[in-house]
Protein backbone atom coordinates (compact mmCIF):
# COMPACT_ATOMS: atom_id res chain seq x y z
CA UNK A 1 0.00 0.00 0.00
CA UNK A 2 1.62 3.35 -1.08
CA UNK A 3 1.40 6.10 1.01
CA UNK A 4 1.14 9.62 -0.13
CA UNK A 5 1.39 12.87 2.78
CA UNK A 6 1.10 15.72 0.39
CA UNK A 7 0.68 17.83 3.84
CA UNK A 8 2.49 18.53 6.58
CA UNK A 9 1.13 16.18 9.78
CA UNK A 10 1.14 19.43 11.97
CA UNK A 11 2.46 22.85 11.55
CA UNK A 12 3.58 25.31 14.61
CA UNK A 13 4.22 28.66 14.25
CA UNK A 14 5.28 30.81 16.18
CA UNK A 15 4.85 34.98 17.15
CA UNK A 16 6.91 37.43 19.49
CA UNK A 17 5.90 40.24 17.43
CA UNK A 18 3.69 41.64 20.34
CA UNK A 19 5.68 40.01 23.27
CA UNK A 20 3.96 36.64 23.23
CA UNK A 21 3.94 33.49 21.45
CA UNK A 22 1.50 31.05 19.80
CA UNK A 23 0.97 27.81 18.42
CA UNK A 24 -1.30 27.02 15.63
CA UNK A 25 -1.73 23.20 15.03
CA UNK A 26 -3.43 22.35 11.68
CA UNK A 27 -5.52 18.97 11.17
CA UNK A 28 -3.62 15.77 9.87
CA UNK A 29 -3.87 15.50 5.69
CA UNK A 30 -3.18 12.23 4.13
CA UNK A 31 -3.80 10.32 0.85
CA UNK A 32 -3.83 6.38 1.03
CA UNK A 33 -3.63 4.33 -2.54
CA UNK A 34 -6.27 1.04 -2.13
CA UNK A 35 -7.30 -1.58 -4.38
CA UNK A 36 -10.09 -2.81 -1.77
CA UNK A 37 -13.44 -0.81 -0.41
CA UNK A 38 -13.76 -2.48 2.80
CA UNK A 39 -10.66 -0.82 3.87
CA UNK A 40 -12.39 1.84 4.41
CA UNK A 41 -13.15 0.07 7.80
CA UNK A 42 -9.27 0.87 8.61
CA UNK A 43 -9.73 4.88 8.92
CA UNK A 44 -13.17 5.46 10.08
CA UNK A 45 -13.98 6.26 14.18
CA UNK A 46 -16.11 8.19 16.09
CA UNK A 47 -17.23 11.80 14.72
CA UNK A 48 -16.12 10.60 10.82
CA UNK A 49 -17.92 11.66 7.70
CA UNK A 50 -17.55 9.20 5.14
CA UNK A 51 -17.76 10.54 1.56
CA UNK A 52 -18.48 7.82 -0.62
CA UNK A 53 -17.56 8.67 -4.61
CA UNK A 54 -20.59 6.78 -7.22
CA UNK A 55 -18.84 6.13 -10.95
CA UNK A 56 -15.84 4.04 -10.94
CA UNK A 57 -16.12 3.27 -7.01
CA UNK A 58 -19.63 1.97 -5.56
CA UNK A 59 -21.49 1.66 -9.21
CA UNK A 60 -19.83 0.51 -12.89
CA UNK A 61 -22.27 0.21 -15.97
CA UNK A 62 -22.63 -3.25 -16.57
CA UNK A 63 -21.23 -2.75 -20.02
CA UNK A 64 -18.45 -0.48 -21.36
CA UNK A 65 -20.83 2.07 -22.99
CA UNK A 66 -22.29 4.66 -20.40
CA UNK A 67 -18.63 3.98 -18.21
CA UNK A 68 -16.94 7.25 -17.19
CA UNK A 69 -13.76 5.99 -19.07
CA UNK A 70 -15.94 6.10 -22.39
CA UNK A 71 -17.33 9.68 -21.38
CA UNK A 72 -13.75 10.76 -21.56
CA UNK A 73 -13.32 8.63 -24.73
CA UNK A 74 -16.78 10.24 -26.28
CA UNK A 75 -15.46 13.97 -25.42
CA UNK A 76 -12.70 13.64 -27.68
CA UNK A 77 -14.94 12.37 -30.39
CA UNK A 78 -17.01 15.23 -29.82
CA UNK A 79 -14.78 17.99 -29.96
CA UNK A 80 -15.59 19.02 -33.28
CA UNK A 81 -19.48 19.91 -31.76
CA UNK A 82 -20.52 23.45 -30.87
CA UNK A 83 -20.19 22.64 -27.10
CA UNK A 84 -18.69 19.27 -26.61
CA UNK A 85 -19.14 19.43 -22.76
CA UNK A 86 -23.19 19.28 -23.58
CA UNK A 87 -23.36 17.57 -26.00
CA UNK A 88 -21.34 14.60 -24.42
CA UNK A 89 -23.34 14.86 -21.26
CA UNK A 90 -27.00 14.17 -23.38
CA UNK A 91 -25.55 11.51 -24.86
CA UNK A 92 -23.80 9.80 -21.35
CA UNK A 93 -27.06 10.52 -19.38
CA UNK A 94 -29.02 9.27 -21.89
CA UNK A 95 -26.69 6.10 -22.08
CA UNK A 96 -27.04 5.86 -17.93
CA UNK A 97 -30.90 6.19 -17.83
CA UNK A 98 -31.19 3.14 -20.03
CA UNK A 99 -28.24 1.13 -18.29
CA UNK A 100 -28.00 -1.94 -15.75
CA UNK A 101 -25.56 -1.03 -13.38
CA UNK A 102 -23.38 -3.00 -10.96
CA UNK A 103 -21.33 -2.68 -7.83
CA UNK A 104 -17.41 -2.17 -8.62
CA UNK A 105 -16.45 -5.36 -6.08
CA UNK A 106 -19.05 -8.02 -4.81
CA UNK A 107 -18.92 -6.77 -1.14
CA UNK A 108 -19.45 -2.82 -1.94
CA UNK A 109 -22.84 -2.77 -0.74
CA UNK A 110 -22.45 -4.88 2.45
CA UNK A 111 -19.61 -2.77 3.53
CA UNK A 112 -22.02 0.19 3.04
CA UNK A 113 -24.46 -1.30 4.75
CA UNK A 114 -22.37 -2.39 8.04
CA UNK A 115 -21.20 1.06 8.46
CA UNK A 116 -24.25 2.39 8.36
CA UNK A 117 -25.86 -0.46 10.79
CA UNK A 118 -22.48 1.20 13.11
CA UNK A 119 -24.08 4.44 12.86
CA UNK A 120 -21.43 5.77 10.91
CA UNK A 121 -22.53 9.29 9.08
CA UNK A 122 -22.16 8.32 5.40
CA UNK A 123 -23.03 10.38 1.81
CA UNK A 124 -22.68 10.34 -1.35
CA UNK A 125 -19.88 13.17 -3.30
CA UNK A 126 -20.55 12.86 -7.36
CA UNK A 127 -19.81 15.25 -10.14
CA UNK A 128 -22.61 13.91 -11.65
CA UNK A 129 -25.30 16.37 -12.63
CA UNK A 130 -29.07 16.73 -11.67
CA UNK A 131 -30.43 15.52 -14.56
CA UNK A 132 -29.07 11.64 -12.94
CA UNK A 133 -30.22 12.23 -9.45
CA UNK A 134 -33.18 10.11 -9.60
CA UNK A 135 -32.22 7.83 -11.92
CA UNK A 136 -28.70 6.98 -10.00
CA UNK A 137 -30.47 6.81 -6.58
CA UNK A 138 -32.63 3.94 -7.90
CA UNK A 139 -29.54 2.51 -9.44
CA UNK A 140 -28.04 2.51 -5.98
CA UNK A 141 -31.37 1.08 -4.14
CA UNK A 142 -31.66 -1.97 -7.56
CA UNK A 143 -27.66 -2.81 -5.77
CA UNK A 144 -28.75 -2.89 -2.21
CA UNK A 145 -27.00 0.37 -1.55
CA UNK A 146 -29.56 2.69 0.31
CA UNK A 147 -27.25 6.20 1.25
CA UNK A 148 -29.77 7.79 3.13
CA UNK A 149 -29.92 5.48 6.02
CA UNK A 150 -27.08 7.79 8.21
CA UNK A 151 -26.66 10.91 5.76
CA UNK A 152 -26.39 14.24 6.85
CA UNK A 153 -29.83 15.35 6.10
CA UNK A 154 -33.26 13.54 5.10
CA UNK A 155 -34.52 16.50 3.04
CA UNK A 156 -33.15 17.92 -0.67
CA UNK A 157 -30.74 21.14 -0.68
CA UNK A 158 -30.72 22.92 -3.45
CA UNK A 159 -27.16 25.05 -3.68
CA UNK A 160 -25.22 27.61 -5.45
CA UNK A 161 -21.64 26.12 -6.31
CA UNK A 162 -20.85 28.25 -9.75
CA UNK A 163 -23.61 26.23 -10.95
CA UNK A 164 -26.72 24.52 -9.17
CA UNK A 165 -25.68 21.77 -6.84
CA UNK A 166 -28.64 19.39 -5.76
CA UNK A 167 -27.84 16.82 -2.54
CA UNK A 168 -30.65 14.49 -2.98
CA UNK A 169 -31.19 10.89 -0.60
CA UNK A 170 -28.07 11.36 0.73
CA UNK A 171 -25.75 12.56 -2.12
CA UNK A 172 -24.57 15.47 -3.63
CA UNK A 173 -24.78 15.84 -6.74
CA UNK A 174 -21.99 19.15 -8.35
CA UNK A 175 -22.94 19.19 -11.68
CA UNK A 176 -19.46 19.11 -12.55
CA UNK A 177 -18.36 21.89 -10.19
CA UNK A 178 -15.63 21.28 -7.59
CA UNK A 179 -16.61 18.80 -5.00
CA UNK A 180 -14.46 20.27 -2.31
CA UNK A 181 -16.57 24.13 -2.28
CA UNK A 182 -19.47 22.46 -2.80
CA UNK A 183 -19.00 19.69 0.08
CA UNK A 184 -18.34 22.88 2.02
CA UNK A 185 -21.52 24.76 1.33
CA UNK A 186 -23.49 21.33 2.49
CA UNK A 187 -21.52 21.17 5.54
CA UNK A 188 -22.69 24.38 6.42
CA UNK A 189 -26.55 24.35 5.29
CA UNK A 190 -26.85 21.23 7.44
CA UNK A 191 -24.66 22.82 10.09
CA UNK A 192 -22.15 19.31 10.42
CA UNK A 193 -19.05 19.84 12.00
CA UNK A 194 -17.12 16.60 11.53
CA UNK A 195 -13.77 16.39 13.31
CA UNK A 196 -12.38 14.02 10.42
CA UNK A 197 -13.63 12.77 6.50
CA UNK A 198 -12.50 9.76 5.13
CA UNK A 199 -13.28 10.43 0.99
CA UNK A 200 -13.27 6.91 -1.55
CA UNK A 201 -12.34 7.94 -4.91
CA UNK A 202 -11.21 6.45 -7.60
CA UNK A 203 -9.70 9.91 -8.88
CA UNK A 204 -7.07 11.23 -6.98
CA UNK A 205 -7.52 14.96 -8.39
CA UNK A 206 -11.09 14.95 -6.51
CA UNK A 207 -9.33 14.17 -3.07
CA UNK A 208 -6.81 17.02 -3.52
CA UNK A 209 -10.10 19.00 -4.05
CA UNK A 210 -11.98 17.94 -0.78
CA UNK A 211 -8.32 18.17 1.06
CA UNK A 212 -7.76 21.38 0.28
CA UNK A 213 -11.85 22.04 1.85
CA UNK A 214 -11.43 19.90 4.97
CA UNK A 215 -7.73 21.80 5.81
CA UNK A 216 -8.99 25.36 5.25
CA UNK A 217 -12.24 23.72 7.64
CA UNK A 218 -9.34 22.70 9.91
CA UNK A 219 -10.94 19.09 9.44
CA UNK A 220 -8.25 15.88 9.50
CA UNK A 221 -8.71 14.49 6.03
CA UNK A 222 -8.05 11.14 4.75
CA UNK A 223 -8.43 10.49 0.86
CA UNK A 224 -8.71 6.97 -0.16
CA UNK A 225 -7.32 6.76 -3.74
CA UNK A 226 -9.82 3.65 -5.12
CA UNK A 227 -7.74 1.69 -7.52
CA UNK A 228 -9.69 -1.47 -8.16
CA UNK A 229 -11.31 0.19 -11.32
CA UNK A 230 -7.98 0.97 -13.09
CA UNK A 231 -7.30 -1.93 -14.80
CA UNK A 232 -10.65 -2.11 -16.33
CA UNK A 233 -9.99 1.87 -17.60
CA UNK A 234 -6.20 0.93 -18.97
CA UNK A 235 -8.39 -2.27 -20.89
CA UNK A 236 -11.09 0.59 -22.34
CA UNK A 237 -12.09 -0.76 -25.85
CA UNK A 238 -12.54 1.89 -28.30
CA UNK A 239 -14.16 -0.42 -30.99
CA UNK A 240 -16.26 -1.84 -28.34
CA UNK A 241 -17.28 1.23 -27.50
CA UNK A 242 -18.35 2.17 -30.86
CA UNK A 243 -20.31 -0.76 -32.26
CA UNK A 244 -22.36 -0.26 -28.69
CA UNK A 245 -22.54 2.72 -29.27
CA UNK A 246 -24.20 2.53 -33.23
CA UNK A 247 -25.75 -0.68 -32.62
CA UNK A 248 -27.90 -0.46 -29.46
CA UNK A 249 -31.46 0.44 -29.38
CA UNK A 250 -33.20 1.19 -26.81
CA UNK A 251 -34.82 -1.51 -25.27
CA UNK A 252 -31.07 -3.45 -25.45
CA UNK A 253 -28.00 -2.08 -24.63
CA UNK A 254 -25.30 -4.76 -26.22
CA UNK A 255 -23.33 -6.04 -23.71
CA UNK A 256 -19.46 -6.37 -24.30
CA UNK A 257 -19.82 -10.13 -25.29
CA UNK A 258 -22.87 -9.00 -27.27
CA UNK A 259 -20.35 -6.05 -29.05
CA UNK A 260 -17.29 -8.30 -29.57
CA UNK A 261 -19.18 -11.16 -31.49
CA UNK A 262 -20.61 -8.38 -34.01
CA UNK A 263 -17.52 -6.97 -34.78
CA UNK A 264 -15.77 -9.90 -35.06
CA UNK A 265 -18.94 -10.57 -37.61
CA UNK A 266 -18.54 -7.18 -38.76
CA UNK A 267 -14.72 -7.63 -39.69
CA UNK A 268 -15.12 -11.37 -41.53
CA UNK A 269 -17.80 -9.71 -43.87
CA UNK A 270 -15.92 -6.42 -44.51
MG1 LIG B 1 -15.29 8.14 -9.84
Redesign the pocket.
Known sequence: MKLFFYAALAFFSHSAMYGFSHVKQSAASSIVETPHFNDLRLYVDADTLILL?????LLIPEQTLGS?VWFQYQYQLNEDKADPLDATLAQWEAIRHLSRMKTVEKDTAAVVSDLQNEKYCIMGL?TQGLALATRTVQQLLENGIDLIKTAPSQEDIYLMNERGVLYRHGILFTSGTPKGPALEKLLKATDLHPKKIVFI???KS?LLDVAKSAQKLNIEFIGLRYSCSDERVAHFSPEIADVQFQYSTFSHLLSDEEAQNLLEQLHESS
Do not use: A, L, Q
Not at 53 to 57: K, L, N, S, Y
Open positions: DIDDTDTNDKH
